[in-house]
């Protein structure tokens, strides 16, 4: 179980990253990266810190088992990337804060959506990452 959640959490990392590269286009598309050439090494930049963090979770995987508390050392590992995944998601809605105008070509029809996306504009952000991580997390819970 431990380890399902450590593995849930670097798959939110690595969805969030890829979703604030462009990769699906909800919030930075090729209009995005080609006024703002420079984005993706802010990105990197900006979040050194918090992507060097990821380094200390999978050095607490490796010494897990050499400790007393080897669930609780595996689950205190994956508190890092969950943090810089959260932290990815603080940047990117400062940078872009709405999704692109190729997302939001297919919810103007709707003013309930559209309604919705005003509220919450990282909502398509939340699912997306959520939803998948949380589904290779029990990938993995359900095989080891």
Same mark, same amino acid.
């Given at each position: 179980?431990?380890?399902?959640?450590?593995?849930?959490?670097?798959?939110?990392?690595? %969805?969030? &990253?890829?979703?604030?590269?462009?990769? $699906?286009?909800?919030? %930075? *598309?090729? #209009? @995005?990266?080609?006024?703002?050439? *420079?984005? &993706?090494?802010?990105?990197?930049?900006?979040?050194?810190?918090?992507?060097?963090?990821?380094?200390?979770?999978?050095?607490?995987?490796?010494?897990?088992? @050499?400790?007393? @508390? $080897?669930? !609780?050392? !595996?689950?205190?590992?994956? %508190?890092?990337?969950?943090?810089?995944?959260?932290?990815t998601r603080q940047?990117?809605?400062? #940078? =872009?804060?709405?999704?692109?105008?190729?997302?939001?070509?297919?919810?103007t029809h709707s003013?309930?959506i559209r309604a919705?996306? *005003?509220?919450?504009?990282?909502?398509?952000? *939340?699912?997306?990452? =959520?939803?998948?991580? %949380?589904?290779?997390?029990?990938?993995? @819970?359900?095989?080891?």
């Open positions: 179980m431990a380890i399902s959640i450590w593995f849930g959490s670097f798959a939110y990392l690595i %969805i969030a &990253v890829q979703v604030a590269n462009g990769f $699906p286009s909800f919030y %930075i *598309d090729r #209009e @995005y990266k080609a006024k703002n050439p *420079d984005y &993706v090494g802010r990105f990197f930049k900006g979040n050194l810190l918090y992507f060097a963090l990821v380094f200390l979770g999978v050095g607490l995987l490796v010494l897990a088992p @050499y400790t007393g @508390y $080897p669930r !609780i050392t !595996i689950l205190l590992g994956g %508190i890092f990337p969950l943090f810089a995944a959260i932290k940047y990117l809605k400062h #940078e =872009v804060g709405y999704p692109s105008p190729f997302m939001s070509s297919f919810f003013p309930s919705l996306f *005003d509220r919450s504009p990282m909502l398509l952000f *939340d699912v997306w990452t =959520v939803v998948l991580s %949380i589904g290779f997390a029990s990938m993995n @819970y359900f095989t080891l």
